[in-house]
């Protein structure tokens, strides 16, 4: 039972356009949800999050979205850049049980 | 500050053999969580150890053990391995109880186990 899903295994995007990373979650109880970027070779590191009590995130260049009404979580990424070529895991936590649990992960392709 | 540990970087192993994996969490951490990576089913929550005691745990069969010690330290044990078992596995340490008070959790290389 999948209750965080990345519906899109990769995305490319050409270098200075906009990248939206998708995520869907089943569980309602869900109240902080965050993004992971993960290089090869390398642990994931923690990206950006937002609260369920919010709806925007900004952090420089990364903007998170949450829609609760339709249970969906994005993450925007302007400019692309080729650095930002990576995995990119969506976790969401509810604060009952602390448990983090993740999505399967979005391959983030930026062209130059 | 030294970030998170994990030993062996790379380890190849047979059908029905164990292993042991070591995480080294950020000094001054005190809880140590361990995921299972596999493609396609993203980072799956093995369980999180904080002062010692285990305090959650993912959906594994009990093939799956951890353990932490007094100076947080991690060790996590796969016996009878199987093929399926081939993974990437993580560890993440977390000042506090990962999630609660949303404290971030910081994530080692990984471990990558073969099995053969």
């Known amino acids: 039972d999948q209750q965080v899903k990345q519906n899109s295994p990769s995305l490319s995007v050409q270098e200075g356009r906009i990248s939206i990373l998708n995520c869907d979650y089943t569980?309602?109880?869900?109240?902080?949800f965050l993004w992971y970027k993960k290089y090869p070779a390398e642990g994931p590191t923690f990206l950006i999050s937002?609260?369920?009590?919010?709806d925007k995130n900004e952090d420089g260049r990364f903007t998170v979205f949450l829609n609760k009404s339709a249970k969906h979580l994005s993450l925007h990424i302007v400019p692309s850049q080729p650095g930002d070529s990576a995995v990119y895991f969506c976790?969401?936590?509810?604060?009952?049980?602390?448990?983090?649990?993740f999505g399967t992960g979005t391959r983030l392709k930026v062209l130059a | 500050k030294a970030g998170v540990t994990q030993t062996p970087r790379y380890l190849i192993k047979t059908r029905g053999q164990q292993v042991t994996l070591s995480c080294s969490p950020i000094?001054?951490?005190?809880?140590v969580s361990w995921y299972q990576q596999t493609p396609g089913q993203g980072l799956q929550f093995l369980f999180e150890?904080?002062?010692?005691?285990?305090?959650n745990k993912g959906n594994f069969p009990g093939r799956f053990s951890g353990r932490q010690f007094s100076n947080s330290r991690s060790e996590m044990n796969v016996s009878t391995l199987e093929l399926g078992d081939s993974a990437l596995y993580l560890c993440?340490?977390?000042?506090?109880?990962?999630?609660?008070?949303?404290?971030?959790?910081?994530f080692g290389p990984g471990t990558r186990l073969t099995v053969l």
């Open positions: 993440a340490s977390s000042l506090g109880i990962a999630g609660a008070h949303y404290n971030e959790q910081f």
């Open positions: 569980n309602s109880m869900f109240d902080y």
């Open positions: 937002i609260s369920s009590i919010k």
């Open positions: 976790a969401a936590i509810t604060s009952g049980t602390y448990k983090y649990i």
């Open positions: 000094s001054g951490h005190r809880s």
């Open positions: 150890y904080f002062s010692e005691t285990q305090r």
